[in-house]
């Protein structure tokens, strides 16, 4: 049997993201004075010190800055093996976003800088714990 | 721009205090705290009542340091710091210590770590709920969520960025074994091979078994106050050079894009100029060992090693026993036990102080000890330890 995927904790200033992947999109916080990118939300921008930001849409494009392969099951709790990757995507250089990996589950082609895109994957509904959405990336 | 050199060798480290080390301790976390702070005061030749400052860190796996403060029987507590964190703050509990003796705001501090970390609550939310902080909701769905885990993210960088291998890795851990060995507190002290080493149990690739920590039940104490005072105390005072905290972005604040380098990086050129010192002064480091990468980036990061050299420094035996800066001469965290940089520190003072019996570094003045070098957490901290010239 698999492990579950433990539910999201969402927070007041997180639903905002979590709700655009429930819709298959990605998003960051963009500053709406300077333009700069930011994840997790939060309320400032601190290059700028601006409160003014929006939900913005990122090209769902990045690359592989690492990557690891969970080969101890941490008591039930973890899959092995299983692959997280984090990616750093493409609008800033440290923006970076950890998540599924849709290859091999042993991590097998994958190198720092491997280009890949963005996918979404909904975890279904298990007893009381509602359903979610996850991003899982691919080679691209 | 702020000149923090006023700390330099105002304070000292005149005591430290130890429980044993194991897998159930069988009591509290304030019962360990108090029997280390017991001991540590001992040690200092102090009494309780010149205790007038208390301070710790833990992330709700611990005693609450106010609590400590009522049993320790302090009436009117000058000073109380309980801070939130894991190992990063671990130095900076010292180093506020040492902050708030050297303003006169409180005259004597004991600060420790206790914690049941095999027996009562792991690290990193395996056999509770996870720790309350909001970047998890990033992670643990992804099955991304324990210490093990987040530090091979960062340690896969900087092993594919300079070409480090599983057997450089393994070097680290065998040499810190090797100082265990003659310890008697040590968890560990069978000598590890590189078979063994290799042969041990993958964990999260690219870490095995003998990367990571021993959790432990222990507690550790040090004892804080002023230079002229600790002149007058029976120990040989170990003063503190320097102390600052750094670092403060993370994977989950931006800022930082270059995960092969921590915020020690740019918080060690700080300490060493408030000390007055440089990294070929340092005899011996203590440096935060979590897992076997952080020792490679931090003999980096603190100067120690040009950039992407550090597994060459540790295959030429500097770290070793005799070699040039004897790195984790406890055993460390992977050997000795993990009490989360406080044991760290305890070592640096037994190794001044020249009671450090056959694992002694011969002639030591000058040690570095740190906290978790600020991957994860963003923070870090760190003390530079000396005897009077």
Redesign the interface.
């Known amino acids: 049997m698999t492990a579950p995927r433990p539910a999201p904790f969402v927070e007041r200033d997180s639903a905002i993201w979590w709700d655009a992947v429930a819709r298959h999109e990605l998003h960051c916080a963009r500053c709406d004075d300077c333009g700069a990118w930011r994840w997790p939300v939060r309320a400032l921008c601190a290059r700028c010190g601006s409160l003014a930001w929006s939900s913005t849409p990122v090209s769902g494009r990045g690359t592989v800055a690492s990557w690891v392969v969970n080969r101890h099951d941490f008591g039930g709790a973890v899959p092995s093996p299983s692959t997280v990757v984090l990616v750093r995507l493409a609008e800033q250089d440290d923006l970076l976003m950890p998540g599924a990996w849709s290859g091999p589950a042993d991590g097998a082609g994958l190198a720092v800088d491997l280009p890949v895109a963005v996918g979404f994957l909904d975890v279904p509904a298990v007893d009381d714990t509602p359903g979610f959405t996850l991003c899982t990336w691919r080679s691209a | 721009m702020s000149d923090d050199t006023f700390l330099r060798d105002r304070t000292a480290i005149v005591g430290v205090g130890r429980t044993g080390y194991s897998r159930d301790s069988g009591v509290s976390t304030l019962t360990l705290a108090l029997r280390a702070i017991r001991a540590a005061l001992d040690d200092a030749g102090l009494a309780l009542t010149d205790v007038d400052g208390v301070a710790c860190h833990r992330v709700g796996d611990s005693v609450q340091a106010t609590l400590v403060a009522q049993s320790l029987g302090i009436a009117d507590l000058r000073y109380h710091l309980d801070l939130f964190g894991g190992g990063s703050q671990s130095n900076w509990v010292v180093g506020s210590a040492a902050l708030a003796v050297a303003t006169g705001a409180a005259e004597c501090v004991v600060c420790w770590r206790a914690v049941n970390a095999r027996s009562e609550f792991r690290m990193g939310g395996?056999?509770r709920g996870?720790p309350d902080t909001?970047?998890?909701?990033?992670?643990?769905?992804?099955?991304?969520?324990?210490p093990?885990?987040q530090f091979?993210?960062?340690g896969?960088?900087y092993l594919?960025?300079f070409g480090v291998t599983a057997e450089d890795l393994g070097r680290v851990a065998i040499a810190q074994r090797a100082f265990a060995v003659d310890n008697e507190r040590a968890v560990m002290r069978t000598p590890l091979s590189m078979d063994e080493y290799l042969g041990s149990?993958?964990?999260?690739?690219?870490l095995r078994l003998f990367d990571c920590c021993l959790e432990t039940d222990a507690a550790v104490a040090v004892v804080v106050t002023s230079a002229a005072r600790a002149r007058d105390l029976a120990r040989t005072p170990v003063l503190i050079a320097g102390a600052t905290c750094g670092g403060g972005?993370t994977?989950?604040?931006?800022?930082?894009?270059d995960?092969t380098r921590s915020g020690a990086a740019g918080m060690a050129p700080r300490l060493y100029a408030q000390a007055g010192l440089t990294p070929a002064d340092v005899d011996v480091a203590e440096l935060y060992d979590a897992f076997t990468p952080l020792v490679l980036l931090q003999l980096e990061d603190y100067g120690f090693a040009p950039r992407g050299e550090a597994a060459a420094f540790v295959a030429d035996g500097a770290t070793a026993r005799g070699g040039a800066l004897p790195v984790n001469t406890h055993g460390g965290h992977l050997s000795e036990g993990y009490v989360h940089g406080l044991n760290h520190v305890a070592e640096a003072v037994d190794q001044l102080r020249g009671d450090a019996g056959v694992r002694q570094t011969p002639g030591a003045r000058v040690a570095l000890t740190t906290g978790q070098p600020g991957y994860v957490a963003g923070t870090t901290s760190a003390l530079l330890l000396q005897t009077a010239a």
Do not use: C, I, K
Request: aromatic share 18%; charged share 15%; glycine share 8%.
């Open positions: 395996t056999g996870a909001l970047e998890f909701q990033y992670q643990a769905p992804y099955w991304f969520a324990t093990p885990q091979a993210m960062y896969r960088a594919e960025r149990r993958p964990v999260v690739d690219p972005t994977l989950f604040s931006n800022g930082h894009g995960l």
